[in-house]
């Protein structure tokens, strides 16, 4: 393998990205703060198959708390994950 993705949750405050490690706790994971004192979650990807887990984890755990949207970001690329529509 040796190919790892880097799959960076955030920005939030540190509360929200520890709630976030703590749903994605069968993963590579860890809290990162940034410069502007805001913090990310960072997941490393081996394989296509960690990263359709990772996101059914952030799928649920953003429906569960409705607390807003996770901000993904994935070689480059931005995506914004919603809660399911009750």
Do not use: K, W
């Amino acid at each position: 393998m040796g190919n790892f993705q880097t799959l960076t949750i955030g920005p939030g405050s540190v509360e929200r990205a520890r709630a976030m490690l703590e749903c994605l706790d069968d993963f590579e994971a860890e809290i990162v703060e940034r410069e502007d004192g805001l913090y990310d979650v960072q997941v490393s990807l081996a394989s296509d198959r960690d990263i359709n887990r990772v996101l059914g984890a952030i799928d649920t755990h953003v429906s569960e708390r409705a607390d807003g949207p996770a901000r993904l970001d994935l070689d480059g690329r931005r995506y914004l994950m919603e809660p399911a529509a009750t």
